[in-house]
């Protein structure tokens, strides 16, 4: 167990030789500033490394990462990082990016007791009410999951729009939501092109006039 420890400090020290190696002045750069354009909503699983699937270096995106790539309005560790990435990094671009498999969203298909995870996968049960009759029509049960995946990754497309930390932004300059999915089988992003930059592309009631 203290092998697989110490292997992760070995492994740094080579990664930072090899980045010296090919810029001496690297780490310098890195730690006067961080200009991403981009902030990375992902799933928390280990195998969704936002940077690496991406062919991005550090201080590209800006990353928040929970269960199943959730925008909840009540949580204010997330809405913190959005508003210090909008505001303060004036990132051009943020991403809800989800994954095929999705642990979290498999287990909110589910009827199993989670303990306190219940509460947190009480939104994605959400989506699958909203879009039953789509996702129950599917016979085969991971090509529903892959769906209710898709769509959950599109709800909090629309879940970003609707924070008043978006829409403040959205009164002076451009910036875009996009939804992602990434493939564990193939490596590859899928853009599901739900796109959302401006406040037309929001209902309404959800439209905050006085910002």
């Not at 280990?46 to 990353?63: K, L």
């Not at 789509?134 to 085969?140: G, H, Y």
Request: hydrophobic letters at 40%; a negative charge; aromatic letters at 8%.
């Amino acid at each position: 167990m203290l092998a697989s420890y110490n292997r992760l400090i070995t492994n740094n020290a080579n990664w930072a030789k090899e980045k010296l190696a090919n810029d001496p002045e690297y780490f310098k750069k890195l730690s006067l500033r961080q200009t991403p354009e981009f902030l990375w909503v992902g799933c928390s699983d280990s195998r969704v490394p936002a940077n690496e699937i991406t062919g991005t270096d550090p201080g590209e995106i800006f990353v928040h990462r929970n269960i199943a790539n959730m925008v909840v309005h009540t949580d204010f560790n997330f809405l913190s990082v959005l508003q210090y990435a909008v505001e303060v990094l004036h990132v051009k671009h943020i991403i809800v990016c989800g994954h095929y498999g999705c642990g979290g969203v498999i287990a909110a298909m589910g009827r199993n007791d989670t303990g306190l995870v219940n509460k947190w996968l009480r939104n994605i049960k959400e989506v699958y009410e909203k879009h039953h009759l789509e996702l129950e029509a599917i016979e085969d049960e991971k090509a529903r999951s892959n769906r209710l995946v898709e769509l959950n990754v599109e709800e909090q497309v629309r879940n970003l729009a609707k924070t008043s930390i978006v829409q403040k932004a959205w009164k002076n300059r451009t910036l875009q939501i996009h939804g992602w999915v990434y493939g564990l089988d193939t490596g590859q992003i899928k853009d599901l092109h739900v796109m959302m930059h401006e406040i037309e592309d929001l209902e309404p009631i959800f439209r905050y006039d006085n910002l």
